[in-house]
């Protein structure tokens, strides 16, 4: 059990829409609202959190440079945090083991992870490349609440 089994319950309670916290070069947090889901990593299979990031994003540049971060998704009253190291994989973050097609099906596996459906993944794949968007990937060191 990875302990991520409440996170990724919540996550269809509204449309895998989570909040991401990350660290400035101040020591202030930086907190945006995403789309995550859990899966399993593409090199170990272990269960991380992931959500797409277009890769010029403020929180890139935090994740970059002090790669730690905390995803809390809620759905009603009920919510679950996970905390933890991350890794990036994109055009501009390569990661040992994820190629270009790897990468390309990450960002999908991501997408769908989180609630998404698409039509078209041609077109997903494409705007994905164009838009240099980067897959974060969040181990669970930190989970809260603990039931």
Do not use: K
């Amino acid at each position: 059990m990875s302990g991520l089994e409440d996170f990724a319950r919540l996550v269809g309670g509204d449309h895998g829409l989570c909040v991401v916290s990350t660290l400035r070069p101040d020591g202030t947090i930086q907190s945006s609202v995403v789309n995550a889901g859990v899966l399993p990593h593409p090199v170990t299979g272990a269960q991380v959190i992931g959500l797409v990031s277009r890769g010029d994003a403020h929180r890139m540049a935090y994740l970059r440079a002090r790669p730690r971060a905390t995803v809390v998704v809620r759905a009603g009253w009920e919510w679950a945090a996970v905390e933890g190291p991350v890794e990036l994989a994109g055009p501009d973050d390569p990661m040992p083991g994820v190629d270009a097609e790897r990468l390309r099906l990450l960002l999908r596996e991501i997408f769908t992870a989180a609630g998404g459906t698409h039509d078209d993944f041609a077109t997903y794949d494409r705007v994905m490349a164009e838009e240099r968007r980067v897959g974060v990937l969040v181990a669970p060191a930190r989970i809260s609440p603990r039931g």
